[in-house]
């Protein structure tokens, strides 16, 4: 059905009922009622009339189209655009509903928008996705009344289209424009000055004065000038050694899959994870991927030649779990086997209590010895908004006291694995990303990698 009646309609029906059913009572105005119902009748078919006569060069009355991207970016704003044109020869007024996937569980996407004649309008929202994987949009409906207000006439668009939601593409574009334009404090990364130096041999070239003695080859000199060539003086040119190897390692267990602002902490590492590799290859360093919980998951080995950030982002995209208990002891297999380069490996787990940690300890201490290890875990942002709320009673002073014991725990967590030379993370889920930029940097500057 395309016709559908309007508030006012029902409003003008019951204003007839309520005086035909005076007009029982006073029977001269019986008359005027008649009279009343015969215009409503005229108006209602006038309407139907103006919204089914053909518009011009018989097109569609009313044209709609959602202008969205190919995919969606988990735990960003979407931006989605509603393009409304009136091809008809008078003012409309339109409400508009679009039927978003059920995952985002909103009933408000309705819009009500007065268009012109020949008009174009558009109307502008945006989508939150909290979880990766196909999302399905219905049909984009338009419902179009005359200036008279008494039908509406529904127009359909955009039917059956499946979308993507893939880790946050644009959180990552984000920072790949700040670091471009070495503008990355504007987003809290830490600007940190160098310490050291890791130097790789790039090429020889001819001695100019001012250049370190030092860096003579006298071999390649002593060839040059057998040959009798001129500048026969030549020194080694050395460059900040590139091409470290990053590898993001996540954990898919029964700890990451805590909510926090709808985005399971899983979720939180993958997104981190994009961006970090992105920013590690700006930094033309190798970024590789290995994801675990009681079996082995993706392995992707570390490179940084063109489409490989493409492929990470493809398998980041296709991890799924049914976070169970993490098997730390393959994970260090897997290390072995994958890992053979000495490499940062940062570690995004979670330790809700030392003696959860102290379990996996021997595994960490296995692969810190071989790699430089991360080990990235979550804050608890509620029980430190619990703890900063005031304690009105005995109640609340208790279970303050209790919260601050697992908030206790956490950090000492960190204070154990410094202990093994195992550096560590203790962030908050919406400071993960730049808290990790942040490490990465420090240990470049630092010459750690």
Not at 261 to 290: F, M
């Amino acid at each position: 059905m395309t016709l559908f009646l309007t508030p006012r309609f029902f409003l003008a029906v019951a204003s007839l009922a309520i005086g035909f059913v005076v007009a029982f009572f006073l029977p001269w105005l019986l008359g005027p009622m008649q009279i009343a119902l015969g215009v409503f009748v005229v108006l209602a078919l006038l309407d139907a009339l103006l919204l089914f006569a053909p518009a011009k060069n018989k097109v569609v009355p009313v044209f709609g189209r959602r202008v969205m991207g190919d995919k969606l970016a988990n735990g960003s704003d979407n931006d989605v655009q509603i393009y409304l044109e009136n091809r008809y020869r008078f003012p409309i007024r339109t409400e508009t509903i679009d039927e978003i996937p059920h995952q985002f569980q909103r009933r408000d996407v309705l819009f009500r928008v007065a268009v012109q004649p020949g008009e174009t309008q558009i109307i502008n929202y945006q989508l939150r996705p909290t979880k990766r994987g196909e999302y399905e949009f219905g049909a984009l409906n338009i419902y179009a009344a005359s200036p008279l207000g008494l039908l509406r006439r529904r127009f359909r668009y955009e039917q059956g289209r499946t979308v993507p939601v893939y880790p946050s593409f644009l959180q990552m574009r984000q920072y790949e424009l700040l670091a471009i334009h070495n503008r990355l404090t504007e987003a809290g990364v830490k600007r940190i000055r160098r310490v050291g130096h890791s130097m790789e041999f790039e090429q020889i070239r001819p001695y100019v004065p001012g250049d370190d003695p030092r860096s003579i080859n006298w071999q390649a000199t002593a060839r040059r000038a057998g040959t009798g060539a001129a500048d026969a003086l030549v020194v080694n040119h050395f460059q900040d050694e590139r091409a470290q190897q990053v590898y993001c390692l996540i954990d898919k267990g029964r700890v990451m899959r805590m909510p926090f602002d709808g985005l399971s902490l899983l979720d939180y590492a993958i997104n981190a994870t994009l961006v970090v590799s992105n920013i590690a290859l700006l930094k033309h360093d190798k970024a590789g991927l290995l994801t675990f919980s009681n079996r082995p998951g993706a392995a992707l080995a570390a490179d940084r030649r063109p489409g490989h950030l493409l492929k990470l982002l493809e398998i980041l995209y296709r991890q799924k779990t049914k976070y169970l208990e993490t098997d730390f002891e393959l994970l260090y297999t897997t290390v072995r086997t994958h890992v053979k380069q000495r490499s940062l490996l940062i570690l995004f787990t979670n330790f809700e209590t030392l003696h959860g940690m102290q379990r996996q300890l021997p595994y960490l201490r296995r692969m810190a010895k071989d790699h430089l290890l991360l080990v990235v875990f979550f804050e608890n942002t509620e029980l430190r908004e619990y703890l900063n709320a005031p304690a009105a009673t005995t109640e609340d002073v208790y279970n303050q006291t209790i919260a601050e014991k697992f908030a206790q725990e956490k950090r000492q967590i960190v204070l154990e694995l410094q202990r093994y030379g195992i550096y560590s993370l203790l962030t908050a889920p919406q400071d993960l990303t730049v808290s990790t930029i942040n490490k990465y940097l420090e240990f470049k500057a630092r010459g750690l990698i």
